[in-house]
């Protein structure tokens, strides 16, 4: 079932405190933002992926494009302040598309089984959303004291990809950019519409790279995953 795919890239990785663009760091000798533009590139469903970028980056990442054959992005359109207008610059360039993937750029570790689910139900249902099931303990706080320990078994982290109908997505977009409205995700724009989004259960390689300790799991799981393809795979 064919998608395409929106990275927004425009972010600037304060967390991280690189001094420069996180997605163009290093991981296991190759750049973040190539790690995971490979997994997209090497799916036979992806017919297209858009990445929005600051304009003095683009020649760069044109430049990483061409170093590592990525030969399905479509357009690099100018990224906003917020995630939110970077996803609806891309959109507003993308042609005849049915089922539309919004995704991290700096999730390196999304599986393609879960891709395939989030667009088979994107499909079926409108929207879904890569998530997994909250393991630590909730409390709810207020001005520094617990008022409340909150139930974790309908609580669930929310990751991406984000899948949805692309007229679904694109309409959520515009009435929030008409309305003034800056949501958390995409999946929030859609929700207040009165929309059903549907979740699809990841795992928990899929991190975000946010700050330096995420490089260290990165790499972790790189190596974990290369010691698997030899058959010498150990738990950490």
């Known amino acids: 079932m064919d998608y395409e795919v929106v990275l927004p890239a425009a972010g600037s990785g304060k967390r991280m405190g690189a001094g420069k663009n996180k997605l163009f760091l290093s991981l296991a000798n190759k750049p973040i933002l190539i790690h995971t533009l490979e997994i997209f590139q090497k799916d036979r469903n992806c017919t297209g992926i858009y990445?929005?970028?600051?304009?003095?980056?683009?020649?760069?990442?044109?430049?990483?494009?061409?170093?590592?054959?990525?030969?399905?992005v479509k357009g690099l359109p100018n990224g906003g302040k917020e995630r939110q207008h970077s996803v609806h610059s891309c959109l507003k360039v993308m042609n005849d598309v049915e089922i539309v993937l919004v995704h991290d750029a700096?999730?390196?570790?999304?599986s393609q089984q879960v891709i395939d689910r989030l667009v088979e139900t994107a499909y079926e249902k409108g929207a879904a959303i890569a998530?997994?099931?909250a393991k630590d303990?909730?409390?709810?706080?207020?001005?520094?004291?617990?008022?409340?320990?909150?139930?974790?078994?309908?609580?669930?982290?929310?990751?991406?990809?984000?899948?949805f109908r692309y007229e679904l997505l694109r309409h959520a977009e515009d009435v929030a950019e008409k309305e003034g409205f800056l949501g958390?995700?995409?999946?929030?724009?859609?929700?207040?519409?009165?929309?059903?989004i549907h979740i699809v259960e990841s795992n928990y390689e899929n991190i975000k790279m946010t700050t330096k300790e995420d490089l260290l799991f990165g790499e972790a799981i790189l190596k974990n995953r290369q010691m698997q393809k030899e058959g010498t795979s150990q738990i950490f």
Do not use: C
């Not at 320990?149 to 982290?157: A, P």
């Not at 958390?184 to 059903?196: N, P, Q």
């Open 51 to 72: 990445l929005a970028v600051k304009p003095e980056e683009r020649d760069y990442i044109q430049h990483l494009l061409n170093d590592y054959k990525i030969t399905k």
């Open 184 to 196: 958390t995700d995409e999946a929030m724009l859609v929700e207040r519409l009165g929309y059903e």
């Open 131 to 133: 998530g997994v099931r």
């Open 106 to 110: 700096a999730r390196p570790f999304i």
């Open 137 to 163: 303990t909730m409390k709810k706080v207020q001005d520094g004291i617990i008022v409340e320990t909150v139930d974790r078994e309908n609580l669930w982290s929310i990751q991406t990809p984000q899948a």
